[in-house]
């Protein structure tokens, strides 16, 4: 007889661990206790060294769906405590070393539930057990137990209560545990927030649906604008009620069978969609999707879908679909696409409450579907899709966040800031880094309290008090201000990170790359070192160091920023460089600025210079008519994918760059032919062709030059799977290990993380 002290660490609160420890002793005979800690996990049992051993195998063999167990320590001795039975003990405080589990989708067996007219919970908008539900967007603190979460008010049922103090069920320790009689509950209010008389709210939200209505539905994470995506007028009036012209809407299907209808898939996709933490994914649109789901995503080759992941979206499909008996119509195609769009108008933070959802969507939707769950986290959908081998973000977000990510060096707590643009924040505990969810632009007043609150929660919940503060090089970013005053009234060390060092040190952290890499950045834009707008940038990085061995030839900007959105600008910069400056005028009649973008031109009149390969694409974009004026960011290079999607596979121009002396880049040859190209798909698959070619070749010779094989890709235009897999392929073939960011996006949502590695890296160093 033995007995063992037990440590278990990583994801394990919040997913069903101690129910299934206290199962699996009283399976092998062993006496003891379990508890949740701030550390983790902590098990004490007795019982012969055999059973015990394989308890400890089985932790890490065996441990529930939602758990990810990082390590499982134990110190054995001679049984003497005499412990009697087996128990769950009330949970221990402390410095917390744990974290918390994401929202997860609602599992089989909640949703066979959901829909038994026998089962007390039939019908029920917030089923969850171990195995499902919220958890991140709840909880307040740690230890994760009911009192530290927003289901703290609801005091459960005799029959709940049972359950939850039961081992054998499913809903043993579920913290949010309820049910109709003691959970939260659905209330509808009308478009003047006067409440709706209706015996069942989701029949009533159904019916406004199919009415052509679009509705506010509170959800895990915050308010969506839900409509029914067929109706071409309801998806008009809500695209004009968000100000969001052109750019697309994600839209909900039952399953994957009902999603053929809408995109082309293959297995690996529907698997993605069918995973439990249900991100958007993008796919093809299938040859149908345009006519019968007008207005989703025009002019695009891909649309984002999702499957349902909260009890109330089943509930409101089940009510659509004329509420069919038993459980096998969830298996069979609907007729029914839902758009399930982001609550947020006009760049504002997700609406999360009913007061928020009155002050800023009051005149939007038609109908508020809400409930008093309080969402304590405003946490967005994730986005994903599949590039090359492997799937990537877009956004990462609810069912992901917050995951931890293993670094491979540690040291002092860093609170990195992130960029401007889709901006996340980073926490680092030890040889640990924490990204916070999407946080956003930070042009609205709302997404800088956003980020203000992420970073008030996370030092909170992870029981983190920062040593070191990072941020952006550039000093007019709200988040640079932010992380300076930060540090200031704390007396805290403060490191000003690259942009594009960051990109390429994300990527090098999550692979745990300790030696030198050769950095490819490619970016709309980021304030270099010196001073410049920087984005197409070839790096040899090492640790917290950086070194420029090259850029793209730089691009005028004329009108600054302006360019940025309209591409027909930089089309006439190209035009003017290429001595064809007679054409410009011409050339864009629609735009009444032409003859003044010329005479900046001439006079060299804010005109400043970038080396932006997201001006690349809005050169190519403008010339090939294709996006004279985005209607948001990254339409040009979005629809010159979708162009050179749809057209095929081209040979590269010959001679269409050149590589100087110096290490720059140069396209110029490729616009030339591009400004006389009439075949704007073909002329879009070329750029493309040839753009990877020229990349491949540049980064090959610095690799070289340098005696490095491993190149890692950062930056949002490797979200473009034309140029990344071309890019990918064509360096794999020549002998170089590529490293492409899998946990993080590869845009501007990494940023955060790659500050706080090189401000640690600094740190350790002695900087």
């Not at 308010?223 to 839209?251: S, T």
């Not at 990494?750 to 401000?759: E, T």
Request: proline share 6%; hydrophobic share 40%.
């Amino acid at each position: 007889m033995i007995h063992a002290q037990i440590r278990v660490t990583g994801q394990v609160q919040g997913v069903g661990f101690r129910p299934f420890v206290y199962q699996l002793a009283n399976e092998l005979g062993l006496a003891g206790w379990v508890r949740n800690d701030s550390e983790g996990v902590e098990i004490a049992v007795e019982g012969e060294r055999p059973q015990v051993m394989r308890l400890i195998e089985r932790l890490q063999s065996e441990p529930p769906i939602l758990a990810r167990v990082e390590k499982v320590t134990h110190e054995l001795a001679q049984a003497s405590a005499g412990l009697q039975g087996f128990s769950i003990v009330e949970s221990k405080s402390g410095k917390v070393r744990t974290g918390i589990a994401p929202d997860i989708a609602t599992c089989p067996d909640c949703l066979a539930e959901l829909f038994d007219p026998a089962n007390r919970r039939y019908r029920h908008p917030f089923i969850n057990c171990i195995h499902c539900g919220p958890r991140y967007t709840l909880t307040a603190r740690l230890p994760y137990d009911r009192a530290n979460t927003s289901m703290a008010k609801f005091t459960q049922c005799p029959a709940c209560q049972q359950e939850y103090d039961t081992p054998t069920t499913r809903r043993f320790h579920a913290q949010p545990n309820a049910c109709p009689q003691c959970g939260p509950h659905l209330s509808l209010f009308d478009a003047q927030w006067q409440p709706v008389a209706a015996d069942d709210p989701i029949a009533a939200t159904a019916e406004l649906i199919q009415a052509g209505k679009i509705v506010a539905v509170k959800g895990i994470g915050g308010f969506h604008l839900v409509c029914d995506a067929r109706n071409a007028a309801a998806v008009a009036r809500l695209r004009n009620g968000k100000q969001r012209e052109e750019k697309p809407f994600a839209v909900m299907v039952l399953n994957t069978l009902s999603a053929r209808q809408c995109a082309q898939f293959r297995e690996k996709d529907a698997a993605l969609l069918e995973t439990r933490e249900r991100p958007i994914v993008l796919l093809r649109q299938s040859l149908a999707c345009e006519a019968a789901l007008p207005g989703i995503a025009p002019g695009l080759s891909s649309i984002g879908l999702m499957l349902p992941y909260a009890p109330l979206h089943y509930l409101l499909f089940h009510e659509l679909l004329g509420k069919p008996e038993g459980a096998d119509w969830l298996q069979q195609a609907s007729p029914w696409v839902l758009v399930m769009t982001s609550a947020n108008p006009g760049g504002e933070p997700l609406v999360k409450d009913d007061a928020e959802a009155r002050e800023s969507l009051t005149g939007l939707a038609d109908a508020f579907l809400t409930h008093d769950r309080d969402i304590l986290h405003r946490c967005d959908d994730s986005v994903m899709k599949w590039q090359g081998s492997a799937p990537i973000f877009l956004r990462r977000a609810r069912g992901y966040t917050p995951r931890r990510i293993v670094l491979p060096f540690s040291g002092p707590s860093v609170l990195a800031c992130g960029p401007w643009l889709k901006n996340t924040v980073c926490l680092t505990r030890g040889n640990e880094a924490f990204v916070s969810q999407h946080i956003g632009d930070l042009d609205h007043a709302g997404m800088r309290q956003m980020l203000e609150e992420t970073v008030d929660y996370l030092c909170d919940i992870l029981d983190v008090q920062p040593q070191a503060v990072a941020h952006d090089l550039h000093p007019d970013f709200y988040s640079t201000q932010f992380a300076q005053a930060y540090a200031a009234q704390r007396s805290l060390p403060v490191f000003a990170v690259q942009h594009h060092h960051a990109h390429i040190a994300a990527v090098c952290a999550e692979h745990r790359i300790d030696h030198p890499v050769i950095g490819l950045a490619l970016d709309g834009i980021g304030m270099g070192t010196d001073g410049g707008a920087w984005g197409g940038e070839l790096l040899r990085v090492e640790d917290a160091r950086f070194e420029r061995l090259g850029h793209l030839a730089p691009l005028t900007l004329p009108g600054g920023d302006r360019a940025a959105r309209e591409p027909w600008r930089m089309a006439a910069a190209a035009l003017f460089d290429l001595k064809r400056s007679a054409e410009i005028v011409g050339r864009f009649p629609a735009q009444g600025g032409a003859a003044i973008v010329l005479g900046m031109l001439q006079r060299k009149l804010n005109c400043v210079a970038t080396s932006s390969m997201g001006r690349y694409f809005d050169t190519a974009a403008g010339l090939l008519g294709v996006c004279e004026v985005q209607g948001y960011e990254g339409q040009a290079a979005m629809l010159l994918e979708g162009l050179a999607d749809r057209h095929g596979k081209v040979e590269p121009l010959a001679d269409g760059y050149m590589i100087t002396t110096d290490g720059v880049l140069d396209f110029y040859m490729l616009f030339a032919e591009l400004a006389d190209c009439k075949d704007a798909g073909y002329g879009a698959a070329l750029f493309h062709a040839t753009l990877a070619q020229g990349l491949s070749a540049w980064v090959r010779r610095a690799a070289a030059k340098s005696h490095l094989t491993h190149i890692a890709l950062g930056g949002g235009c490797f979200l473009n799977n034309i140029l990344s897999q071309a890019l990918t392929d064509d360096l794999l073939a020549h002998g170089s290990h590529v490293l492409a960011a899998q946990q993080l996006p590869p845009n501007d949502g990494a940023i955060s993380f790659g500050q706080a590695c090189i401000a640690l890296q600094h740190i350790n160093q002695g900087a």
